[in-house]
């Protein structure tokens, strides 16, 4: 029965006007299965035809379901990649591709996760209208950052932003680290997150520049350094408990040679973040942070933007029906 189905689905456009497939006697289970084996040109080709002999909801589902799935995709891609295929005009869903879009601009035009400037001290870090780029404007000083929305151990799901370092130095004396931070009483205090403790005695947790890890107190070397023009990745998965990093897309292997960090605390509340120090009074350190996306990279596998409120999606195979 398989065998014949998917014989059948490989040649599906030359069979698909056969009154054969509209018989009483045949299944709509079997027929949703047989297209369910098409690919997404073949199940366009039936569609634009228009003279298939079987029911008409069971090809509108099916490709309803493709749709779905490419919409799924396409939230994983960068904004660069969805631009390029916009013009290339090859996609095989272009209103799916749109509506994608069209949705990252809303996003980006209305209320959105950004840098809390109530939460630092403005005598040492500025920050732009946006509310995503923060400059460095106090030598030998930590100056850190954190984003407007905390999550805790109340949420579920797995969640990611992105910090892009667009002015640095490391050579000179300078450090940038990115990853969480805990809720603290005074954010206007030079304080290292992951090294100095929050409120009811938390730590957050940071990667450096020079490949130093700080959490828990401590700072644990994992040997992986970033620069200026690295895209950085953090990724929070609160169904585990666990902490990731990324650079320029490739995960980052963690402590011990694991690739996450497990969160110490069963009561937690984190809260996105960077440190920036300088230690020469004209080295500007500068630092782009997105929590809402469009991203540089791809989002990881079944990860979403920090921003969004639905906190599952379900990651299809982008090559599945291709």
């Known amino acids: ?14 069979f698909y006007k056969s009154p054969e497939l509209g018989c009483e006697l045949l299944r709509s289970m079997t027929l949703q299965e047989l297209l369910s084996m098409c690919s997404n040109q073949q199940l366009i080709a039936i569609q634009q035809g228009k ?26 891609w960068s904004l660069e990649e969805l631009t390029n295929a916009q013009v290339a005009e090859k996609e095989l869903f272009p209103h799916v591709l749109e509506e994608e879009i069209h949705r990252r601009r809303e996003n980006a035009a209305g209320s959105y996760i950004s840098i809390d400037v109530k939460k630092l001290n403005p005598n040492y870090i500025l920050v732009d209208k946006e509310r995503r780029t923060a400059t460095l404007t106090k030598s030998h000083k930590y100056a850190a950052f954190v984003g407007s929305f905390a999550r805790n151990h109340g949420g579920w799901g797995k969640w990611y ?5 667009v002015a640095f130095e490391r050579s000179n004396g300078c450090t940038v680290s990115v990853g ?15 090294l100095h403790e929050g409120d009811g005695g938390a730590f957050g947790c940071m990667w450096t520049s020079d490949g130093i890890v700080h959490h828990s107190g401590v700072a644990e070397d994992i040997f992986t350094t970033f620069d200026k023009d690295d895209i950085l990745g953090i990724g929070l998965d ?4 666990l902490l990731t ?6 995960l980052v292997p963690m402590m011990k040679k694991k690739n996450d960090y497990r969160i110490p605390n069963d009561h937690y509340t984190l809260l996105p973040a960077v440190c920036m120090y300088s230690a020469r009074n004209k080295q500007q350190v500068r630092v782009v ?8 990279v791809r989002v990881p596998k079944f990860f979403r933007p920090y921003g969004d409120s639905n906190p599952y999606r379900t990651h299809t195979d982008d090559d599945k029906h291709q």
């Open 238 to 241: 609160q169904d585990r408990k």
């Open 1 to 14: 029965r398989t065998a014949c189905l998917q014989r059948t689905a490989s040649k599906i456009t030359k």
């Open 161 to 165: 932003w992105e910090c892009k370092v």
């Open 245 to 250: 990093f990324y650079k320029n897309g490739q």
């Open 180 to 194: 969480w931070d805990v809720p603290r009483q005074n954010y206007n205090d030079s304080y290292v997150p992951g």
């Open 289 to 296: 942070a997105e929590f809402c996306g469009p991203f540089e």
């Open 51 to 76: 003279e298939f002999c079987f029911k008409e909801e069971l090809l509108l589902k099916e490709t309803s379901n493709r749709e779905s799935q490419m919409a799924e995709v396409y939230r994983g």
